[in-house]
């Protein structure tokens, strides 16, 4: 009884109002350690402040404050109500509480709230930009302009009004009468980029001698102005006077006031959309000025990269890969560097540098993507040693890891195959299987080699069933699957799937190919093999199996 006497004694304590003047030391407190970023002790000080004087405004406003903080959504939005319940006067209160009506998606109702607060609160400029903001989010247009309308009559006429201006009249599919705002502005404050966007109106309205002089307007008050000078440079290159167009941009490529993105933007959109027959009659000029903004910007990674790609597309891959090598030589930390340089060398067959390269990119990234490309190398080099090498390294490195070693098995199994060591190989794709039962490609390459040896065909039969049950296009799993058939003396059962293999790539190898015109000879179509014989030996003509 004694224990229970006490605590409600403690009750009854908590209960009793604190004074006014210790509940404001109390609220210093709460506000000073919630400034000083801990929350949580403010929001506990606040707690206890809220149920000691309820009637508090201050309290609830910064426990709603402390609320948000900790994404305590549910708290901070009562927290807030209370406290403009108690003084719907105070700007911040009602501030906050348009604000979290915005942070739960309650934008009519934050809209409705902000339309309030400009109401009641004039003198708050801010608030009219934010509300329109919101009109401009919520693509409320109309009121937009009206809200551009009272913050020109607080402000006065402002460049950044009267583009947002014409940015709601272009919204509204009203951009003429937006292009009359510009002008009519253009009349009392000639600025730069005003000019330029009416220059951009005449200028996709065709109207290139109109457009060309408000870029010029706009350069003779700024002869830098990136976008007059992109500007003037696209009428030129519209009315094909390609001698004007690179002599406005040249100035803007050599000069180090212009950023490296910038230029690297443009010679990247430039490379994109431009025919490449005006790409290969003005070659000179374009290359012109990728070199000066390589030399105004001997160091910058992605523009290096971005000349590396123009040279690339049109056509000049030499030259490309030493802009590549260059960024990445330059850039030895940037793994997008690196691995740029890597797959152009994939891409130019260039097999000893790739794999150089990508063991260097390995070793100081440690990223299994590089293995790849060296692993795709020594295939191309017939290094069978070297994917053996690396296939073990990783099975060593990363023994727990399935997908690791399960990549490491196949090409295990594929390279030892190469070198004639079937028994390393079948081993190697066995260990393969037993990670992933199902995996088409070990399936296929098992079932095949054992067909090679013309053994265990029950076997490759039933592994190959597997691979086009998973993937019935694929010409290769379906080449091997008809070759079993045809090896367990099922002709007429093969020729079908050779049939579908010819409709899915088939027709573009030419083991495959020899191997239907084997099974239609067997068949008695030997008018037809004798075609697809053919077929397959001009493919190994030019190379190809």
């Not at 003779?220 to 007059?228: E, I, K, M, R, T």
Request: proline share 3%; with cysteine.
């Amino acid at each position: 009884m004694r224990k229970l006497t006490v605590t409600l004694l403690l009750l009854c304590t908590a209960l009793v109002p604190v004074p006014a003047q210790e509940t404001e030391a109390n609220l210093v407190d709460a506000v000073t350690l919630y400034t000083g970023g801990q929350n949580k002790k403010a929001r506990q000080l606040l707690n206890t402040l809220s149920i000691a004087q309820p009637k508090n405004d201050a309290v609830w406003y910064y426990l709603a404050m402390a609320s948000l903080k900790d994404r305590d959504m549910e708290t901070a939005v009562d927290a807030c109500r209370k406290a403009v319940a108690l003084d719907s006067s105070n700007y911040w209160y009602r501030h906050m509480e348009a604000r979290l009506s915005l942070l739960q998606n309650k934008a009519e109702e934050g809209m409705a709230q902000y339309e309030a607060l400009v109401r009641d609160f004039p003198d708050q400029e801010s608030t009219w930009y934010e509300l329109l903001e919101l009109y401009l989010q919520n693509q409320k247009f109309e009121k937009a302009l009206e809200a551009l309308d009272e913050i020109e009559k607080q402000r006065g006429p402002s460049e950044e009004g009267v583009r947002t201006r014409y940015d709601v009249y272009t919204a509204m599919g009203r951009q003429d009468e937006g292009a009359q705002i510009l002008e009519q502005f253009n009349e009392q404050f000639s600025v730069p980029s005003v000019l330029s966007m009416l220059g951009d109106y005449y200028l996709a309205d065709f109207k290139d001698s109109l457009a060309l002089s408000r870029y010029e307007e706009a350069l003779s008050l700024d002869s830098g102005y990136v976008p007059a000078v992109l500007g003037k440079s696209e009428v030129y290159r519209h009315m094909r006077r390609y001698q004007d167009y690179f002599n406005t941009l040249e100035p803007f490529f050599a000069s180090t006031e212009v950023s490296a993105d910038t230029k690297s933007m443009y010679i990247g959109n430039l490379t994109r959309s431009l025919d490449p027959r005006i790409l290969e009659i003005h070659r000179a000029g374009f290359d012109s000025l990728a070199l000066k903004a390589g030399a105004a910007h001997p160091a910058d990674s992605s523009l290096l990269s971005t000349i590396g790609s123009y040279y690339y597309t049109t056509g000049r891959e030499k030259a490309a890969g030493e802009w590549f090598r260059k960024s990445a030589e330059l850039y030895p930390e940037s793994l997008t560097q690196v691995a740029t340089y890597i797959q152009y060398l994939q891409l130019q067959g260039q097999w000893e540098p790739l794999r150089e390269r990508a063991m260097e990119g390995y070793a100081h990234f440690q990223d299994l993507a590089f293995l790849d490309y060296a692993n795709l190398a020594s295939y191309n080099l017939e290094d069978w040693d070297s994917i053996i090498g690396t296939s073990q390294m990783l099975l060593s490195l990363y023994p727990k890891d399935k997908d690791i070693c399960l990549n490491a098995w196949t090409q295990l199994g594929d390279a030892y195959h190469s070198k004639g060591n079937d028994k390393n190989a079948f081993k190697a794709y066995k260990n393969a299987l037993k990670i992933n039962p199902d995996y088409a490609p070990v399936l296929n390459n098992y079932a095949y080699y054992l067909s090679l040896e013309g053994k265990n065909l029950k076997k490759a039969y039933n592994m190959s069933k597997k691979t086009i049950g998973q993937e019935p296009d694929n010409a290769t799993y379906l080449d091997t699957f008809a070759w079993i058939l045809h090896l367990m003396g099922k002709d007429l059962e093969a020729k079908p799937f050779f049939k579908h293999a010819m409709l899915y790539g088939g027709k573009d190898s030419a083991t495959i190919l020899r191997h239907y015109a084997t099974v239609l000879e067997a068949l008695g179509e030997a008018d037809t093999a004798k075609i697809y014989h053919s077929q397959a030996q001009r493919l190994e003509a030019a190379g190809k199996q």
